[in-house]
């Protein structure tokens, strides 16, 4: 007898475990900057748009493959079309390369998580110099936060060449990341059934607590303003569109096999053209949430460092004339300033290089993305509140759950396809890869899409047959033009880029200037990076390829029968 | 005569203690910054203070015990408040050696700022750097102890429900021997099977089924 296929105790953990899936760190540090770059408010217009053409039709795609077919990637295309195995085969292998590096992000929540119940907070304070005179020089150039992450907690190498040590803290801290998700999958759906709950509602606890805290804070409404004040001009800007479609795309985390896993586990009868646009809603509703968070916390910080920057010019000018202490104000500073420039011209002129000029504009303008606003510019507005190892915690515990809910289900998409494929027990170990810091891996759109024209028409049966309903007219529409279109335009887009700009360069951390600087690649490198997009995209090919010869053979040896 | 004196005296504390003189400090406060409200107003009886704390200070040094406040020479105070200070020797002739000066007040600056409610920050001696206290450092990092914690509580969460596996795997594959036993019970006890039970399929003679209908019943009378 052939063992059931296990299920989801409930619809309900089917799209919790979707959610959790889709809403992750993507939601909470791309969104907000690509909103700050492309045009604040307005970038909603293109956001909402590519939602409706791109996001909402495929995820229903996937999901409606994932249920009807139930198996994993590999073995649904290979249901749907022979030729189509290396599809399936392609999205295991990118979710795998996935799956180490984002694990490696868990690892640093850890690590935060960890380091918030101290007194300070470690990020806080720069440590001091040997002769306990005065601070670290690279704490001083750069900043207390940026020092934390870049020396403490990543211990970076001046260049990708240079190899560094092992980090312990590190090496230790993705080990348990490793455990908790080998503990979250080790049952199956029957243990990440119940881990969903909690991954997916957490996380809005959290950015509830947030939100309320940011509103509240001092300069929240500064950042609220610059970001939502549309700037119209951008909505020309193709930019704005390809961000947009990108980001729906990856936000969603369409293509990667981990949708078709989890609705592989559903009952036949499930509404999944409900449940997509559902959670296709979510997502997009939580990404805007969470920049409304973000963008009060950078409004606070942004606020923060404007008035300790004016503190500072008050402060030197003070020092420099000898004036009351108290008498110089932020309002009456420019009236001061040009009665010393008059009345002291050859003081003020020295003392003029060193006045920084202190703008609220430029500060709110820094718009900064990923690992960077997570673990610095956060940081640094949580170490100026009251209380700041709470907020700590919540939000380092917060960044946890949705780096867990997406893992889940970047494991399921390898999962699931090896699990149909042979019989294992259910013990699957998963080594991670612990060593050296991988902060070098590219930020390329992975090359592995959902590509082939929908056979719609051939689908529209089986749907019908599952969900009891007709198809939509707007469905058909998507998936039979409007969707692939999307997707093969960005496809080339992304690869015309890549070519006309030559050589791929990162960004490295200068100790000696505590700043980040642009480097090229070195060869070594580009190569290796050639090999990883080439080991996915190779597979949809070489796999068609094998399924055609070994039909041709299996045509000249077997007789046809009558 | 005392008017002499008196101009003398003046002008060699002059001499001695002007701005950028030898072995001569600035000091600077910011007592609005650091009081807000509470700030006191700078006069002459906070200089008599100041110059007490310096004398203080240098009574600590070994061969300065006999430092008094007359000593303590302070000038060119403004509205900042800032004001140059020197010490001189007993002779008051000399300024004694800015090193000895510098490594007094470095050790007794504590006091010193809290006899006026200030900090380092907001009571600054230019050119005498502070010693900055160092974080509390632990003899075990905090975060191992949490991580440790963590660790120890995923690691028997995993071994429970590995092991809970295998028991209900053990308990899977006892199972088929002990269906054989039921199956030879079914005539002495009543069993179900799927919601009938065994009794009445045993039951010698036969029964009626009543859904077909008797050779009387299957013409209609006309």
């Known amino acids: 007898m052939e063992k059931a296929r296990p299920l989801w105790a409930n619809p309900l953990q089917f799209v919790f475990a979707c959610i959790s899936y889709s809403v992750g760190l993507g939601n909470v540090w791309r969104f907000p900057y690509l909103c700050q770059m492309y045009g604040g408010g307005s970038f909603l217009v293109p956001y909402v748009i590519m939602l409706i053409v791109e996001g909402m039709p495929l995820l229903y795609l996937e999901l409606a493959v994932g249920q009807r077919m139930r198996q994993g990637s590999i073995g649904a295309w290979r249901t749907i079309s022979p030729y189509l195995g290396g599809v399936g085969l392609a999205s295991v292998v990118v979710s795998f390369f996935l799956s180490m590096y984002y694990n490696i992000i868990n690892a640093w929540a850890f690590w935060y998580l960890f380091h918030s119940f101290q007194d300070p907070l470690p990020w806080s304070v720069c440590p001091l110099n040997g002769n306990r005179t005065g601070y670290d020089e690279e704490c001083e150039k750069a900043s207390s936060t940026q020092y934390f992450w870049y020396r403490k907690t990543l211990n970076i190498a001046p260049a990708i060449q240079d190899g560094g040590g092992v980090q312990w803290g590190q090496a230790l801290c993705l080990v348990l990341a490793w455990l908790v998700v080998y503990l979250c999958t080790l049952r199956g759906t029957e243990s990440t059934g119940k881990v969903v709950y909690f991954t997916a509602l957490l996380p809005y606890c959290v950015l509830i607590i947030y939100l309320v805290r940011g509103l509240t804070l001092h300069g929240a409404t500064n950042g609220l303003a610059y970001m939502f004040t549309p700037k119209l001009d951008q909505l020309a800007n193709p930019k704005a569109w390809i961000n947009a479609a990108t980001q729906i795309f990856f936000s969603l985390g369409l293509g990667f096999g981990s949708l078709i896993a989890f609705a592989s586990y559903n009952q036949p009868s499930t509404n999944c053209q409900k449940h997509a646009i559902i959670v296709s809603l979510i997502n997009s509703a939580t990404s805007i949430f969470a920049s409304v968070v973000t963008f009060s916390i950078y409004g606070f910080k942004a606020t923060f460092n404007y008035e300790s920057c004016l503190n500072k010019v008050i402060l030197l000018l003070t020092n420099s004339f000898d004036l009351e202490d108290g008498f110089l104000t932020a309002s009456n500073l420019e009236q001061v300033k040009g009665y010393l420039a008059s009345a002291f011209p050859g003081k003020y002129s020295e003392v003029l290089p060193q006045m920084k000029n202190c703008s609220l504009e430029s500060e709110l303008a820094t718009a900064v993305q990923g690992t960077g606003l997570s673990f610095i510019v956060y940081t640094e507005a949580i170490k100026n509140m009251a209380a700041s190892q709470l907020w700590s915690v919540l939000y380092f515990f917060m960044l946890l759950m949705l780096g867990i809910g997406s893992m889940l289900g970047n494991t399921a998409a390898i999962l699931t396809p090896l699990t149909d494929s042979k019989v294992i027990s259910s013990h699957l170990p998963k080594e991670a890869i612990s060593g050296e810091e991988g902060t070098w891996f590219p930020n390329q759109p992975s090359l592995c899409f959902t590509p082939p024209p929908m056979c719609s028409i051939l689908f529209e049966s089986d749907l019908k047959a599952m969900t009891g309903r007709t198809l939509n007219w707007y469905w058909k529409v998507m998936w039979a033009g409007v969707s692939p279109l999307l997707i093969i335009s960005l496809f080339v887009f992304y690869l015309s880029d890549y070519i006309l700009t030559g050589t791929l360069q990162y960004q490295a951390w200068d100790a000696s200037q505590g700043q980040l600087v642009t480097k090229d690649y070195p060869l070594y490198t580009l190569a290796i990076i050639g090999l990883l997009v080439a080991s996915s995209t190779m597979c949809i090919p070489l796999v068609a390829l094998g399924t055609f010869i070994a039909r041709r053979l299996q045509g000249r040896g077997a007789p046809p029968v009558a | ?222």
């Open chain 2, 1 to 222: 005569m005392l008017c002499l004196l008196f101009f003398l005296v003046t002008a060699i504390h002059a001499e001695l203690c002007h701005p950028d003189a030898e072995n001569a400090f600035k000091v600077r406060l910011s007592i609005r910054s650091a009081l807000g409200d509470k700030a006191y107003a700078w006069d002459t009886n906070e200089e008599y203070l100041f110059k007490a704390m310096v004398a203080f200070s240098m009574r600590k040094v070994p061969n300065r015990e006999t430092t008094e406040i007359s000593h303590v020479l302070v000038c060119n105070v403004t509205q900042r408040v800032s004001f140059w200070f020197v010490v001189t020797d007993p002779s008051k002739n000399h300024t004694l050696p800015a090193v000895e000066v510098q490594s007094a007040i470095r050790m007794s600056r504590n006091r010193i700022n809290s006899a006026f409610f200030l900090n380092d920050q907001t009571l600054e001696f230019l050119k005498i750097p502070s010693t900055l206290a160092p974080p509390t450092d632990p003899s075990v990092p905090i975060w191992i102890i949490i991580f440790g914690v963590i660790f120890c509580i995923v690691i028997v969460a995993v071994m429970l429900l590995i092991l809970s596996g295998i028991r209900q795997r053990r308990r899977m594959s006892k199972g088929p021997t002990e269906v054989d036993d039921t199956e030879e019970k079914c005539e002495n006890t009543i069993t179900i099977e799927n919601g009938i039970p065994c009794d009445p399929l045993d039951t010698k003679g036969g029964r009626i089924n009543d859904a077909f209908l008797t050779e009387d019943e299957r013409l209609t009378p006309l």
